[in-house]
């Protein structure tokens, strides 16, 4: 079973460009988060989806955007990443109690 | 006032050593509770939950003190391997995450 699988694992993206990190869950949950965890900051929530067709803004969602058309497969896109978006990016998902992650996409902008 | 709260640490302690973390929490509707781990450059994982009545797993025990308002984990016999981040996670039904501390078990 392969949980939760995000791409890229890393990128160097450049300023101004526009980038979609992919996340794909085969356990059939109907949640699924996007967080980003800097140090001495934590995870902080981005966006979520508590069900297929239905997106909500996390606690810091200004510069990202997302989608979910199926179960499976819930894309951050970074309309125009900016240099304080580096960041190690994790996609999540729940069964309703417990939260599983996926390995992070590592990002970082220049 | 944050919702949840940790002792960011490190806590650095000798193997074989027992230590305890608190994690506080600011709503008191909260209903669950969890402790994950996190290795360095990886993603969480689930390491307990925690129960009303508390619960061990080995070499590990949570407690919850609604009282209180925290929770506790405790590592009994600590090894090499235990060092790493330990979150708390608490529920309301929001998800939200401590910051974490951090553990370093030395020889």
């Known amino acids: 079973i392969a949980g939760i699988t995000q791409a890229p694992t890393s990128q160097i993206l450049a300023a101004g460009r526009r980038m979609t990190l992919r996340c794909t869950q085969d356990?059939?949950?109907?949640?699924m988060y996007w967080y980003r965890q800097d140090l001495g900051l934590g995870l902080r929530l981005i966006h979520y989806?508590?069900?297929?067709?239905?997106?909500g803004k996390g606690e810091v969602p200004d510069g990202y955007s997302v989608s979910r058309a199926n179960t499976d497969d819930f894309p951050l896109t970074l309309a125009s990443a900016v240099p304080s978006q580096t960041s190690v990016y994790f996609c999540?998902?729940?069964?309703?109690?417990?939260?599983?992650f996926g390995e992070g996409s590592w990002l970082t902008v220049v | 006032r944050k919702e949840v709260e940790q002792d960011p640490g490190p806590f650095n302690v000798p193997e074989g050593a027992t230590v305890a973390f608190n994690c506080t929490y600011s709503n008191s509707a909260s209903q669950s509770f969890f402790w994950y781990r996190q290795d360095c450059r990886k993603e969480p994982k689930l390491l307990m939950s925690v129960y009303s009545s508390g619960n061990e797993d080995g070499r590990f025990t949570a407690q919850l003190n609604r009282a209180s308002q925290y929770i506790s984990l405790l590592i009994r016999d600590s090894k090499l391997s235990d060092s790493a981040t330990y979150l708390c996670?608490?529920?309301?039904?929001?998800?939200?995450f401590g910051s974490g501390t951090r553990l370093s078990i030395r020889p």
């Open positions: 989806s508590n069900t297929a067709g239905t997106t």
């Open positions: 996670v608490v529920k309301f039904p929001k998800i939200i």
């Open positions: 356990m059939r949950h109907n949640a």
């Open positions: 999540a998902s729940s069964d309703g109690n417990t939260i599983y």
